[in-house]
Antibody, heavy 118, light 110 residues
Framework: QVQLKESGPGLVRPSGTLSLTCAVS?????????WSWVRQPPGKGLEWIGE???????NYKPSLQSRVTMSIDKSKNQFSLDLHSVTAADTALYYC???????????WGQGTLVTVSS | QSALTQPPSASGSPGQSVTISCTGT?????????VSWYQQHPGKAPKVIIY???KRPSGVPDRFSGSKSGNTASLTVSGLQAEDEADYYC??????????FGTGTKVTVL
């Protein structure tokens, strides 16, 4: 059974960097597959942030591209998200997910809430 | 890349059917056969219930079905059950913009 779990600080100061890690079990991040981050502001809809491939290639949502960095750590079987220069608008539940068949996302992590506040 | 448009809410009585629309453009929904649907219960992570417009992952009841016409995709839930009460999101591949989600629809079982 494939499981993903997000971890990282729950509170980030404005203008700082939001850093999250997604630990994967039951699958290998080294496999031929993309891995994504999706966020959901409280009470709002889902927003795809970007994806990372085992060889380090990335694709980001255009409107976030200037602030996002994703990486993958094969030795720890995990991948990471850095979102720079955050504002209150970046407050959200952040999910990691595996890109799966038919360009769907499955499974998802449980999500981690990150609040941007001073 | 704007979010795909879904109705904010939909409802039906147990046993009835409800259909949710997901409207995009020729750059996303209309341009690719990669529309997925996700079910999200309160406090839970989304779960894929439809991919590639019409396909159901293993374990998803056949009460859930998908279709597409032009720039609009649809999800139909037949034989509504209490456990179908949830938020539903569509998603589409969008070429250079990669992926875009819908605005979400809250389904209420009356």
């Amino acid at each position: 059974q494939v499981q993903l779990k997000e971890s990282g600080p729950g509170l980030v100061r404005p203008s700082g960097t939001l850093s999250l890690t997604c630990a994967v079990s039951g699958d290998s991040v080294s496999r031929d597959n993309w891995w994504s981050w999706v966020r959901q502001p409280p009470g709002k809809g889902l927003e795809w942030i970007g994806e990372v491939y085992p060889d380090g290639r990335t694709n980001y949502k255009p409107s976030l591209q200037s602030r996002v960095t994703m990486s993958i750590d094969k030795s720890k079987n995990q991948f990471s998200l850095d979102l720079h220069s955050v504002t209150a608008a970046d407050t959200a539940l952040y999910y990691c997910a595996r890109n799966h068949v038919g360009l769907s996302f499955d499974p998802w992590g449980q999500g981690t809430l990150v609040t941007v506040s001073s | 890349q704007s979010a795909l448009t879904q109705p904010p809410s939909a409802s039906g009585s147990p046993g009835q059917s409800v259909t949710i629309s997901c409207t995009g453009t020729s750059s996303d929904v209309g341009g690719y056969d990669y529309v997925s649907w996700y079910q999200q219960h309160p406090g839970k992570a989304p779960k894929v219930i439809i991919y590639e417009i019409t396909k159901r992952p293993s374990g998803v009841p056949d009460r859930f079905s998908g279709s597409k016409s032009g720039n609009t995709a649809s999800l139909t839930v037949s034989g509504l059950q209490a456990e179908d009460e949830a938020d539903y999101y569509c998603s589409s591949y969008a070429g250079r913009s990669k992926y875009v989600f819908g605005t979400g629809t809250k389904v209420t079982v009356l």
